[in-house]
């Protein structure tokens, strides 16, 4: 990793595999030769890759890409959109058949584009949880739709009990719905409040771009779970993790301290 001779003494991150200070990647149809210069390039810090959206169906060579991804010890998650699809057209048994025949180990379930109802999205974690990792999304892709604070805690805890592993705020792959306003502006009481209410390594944050980045690293932590990260986003995100970015050099390399002079 950068960095590896120690000489800058940077903060301690965890090794693949992990369970907090996720990277979540989306893959928006990228080919094999993309995929094997993210891992060649920034391998240590791709912890999980979303496919996105409905790509995976309409991906020609979906068996090679998948192959690749678990050389590199990488899981792989359909969108959710292709889930809200799936249950609009009752192919759930469908879906899950062609899930196992893929080898794929986690799926991916929300709500953000069709209207499901509450206890059925509860029973339909519960469900899939127990043939596959889940990744949960709590929130709205219509960036009119504004839900309050509490009913975001709610939803997140139940969907945990429910079975979720990790549960993801939606944000949108350009960060301008759910907890970003549609200016792209965050919704930041909304994340103290989950952050006050849920243990972080529970949840996967979405943010798409660089200031969002910084403000979870800053606000929470290295060791925040973001997603929805650009493929060459991601050594760009370990350096707001680790310091090595103005945003963050203050508050994670110096931790307060002063500069030194010389």
Known sequence: MLGSDGFLDLPA????????????VIDKGMNLRE????????????????LGWGTSYVTRNLEKKIALYRSFETPVVCGGTLFEAVVVR???????????????????????????????????????????????????KDSDVVFAPYQWVAWL????????????????????????????????????????????????????????????????????NLGNIPPEEVIPLETLRLGLRADTINEVLLRGERAPTA
């Open 90 to 140: 009752d192919k759930l048994d469908a879906y899950k058949r062609w899930l196992a025949e893929h080898r794929f180990s986690h799926v991916e379930i929300s709500d953000g584009a069709v209207d499901i109802p509450r206890e059925r999205k509860l029973e339909l974690i519960a469900e899939l949880a127990r043939d596959f990792t889940v990744l949960s999304e709590v929130g709205s």
């Open 13 to 24: 991150r965890s090794p693949k595999p992990r369970d907090s200070g996720l990277t979540h």
């Open 157 to 224: 805890k139940e969907e945990l009990q429910a079975g979720a592993w990790k549960v993801i705020t939606e944000g949108r792959e350009g960060g301008t719905a759910g907890i970003f306003r549609s200016d792209g502006e965050m919704r930041t009481g909304l994340l103290e409040e989950i952050a006050h209410e849920l243990a972080l390594d529970r949840i996967i944050f979405e943010a798409p771009t660089k200031s969002a980045q910084a403000w979870f690293v800053k606000h929470f932590g290295a060791d925040v």
């Open 35 to 50: 995929i094997e210069g993210l891992f060649d390039t920034a391998g240590d810090y791709v912890d999980v890759v979303k």
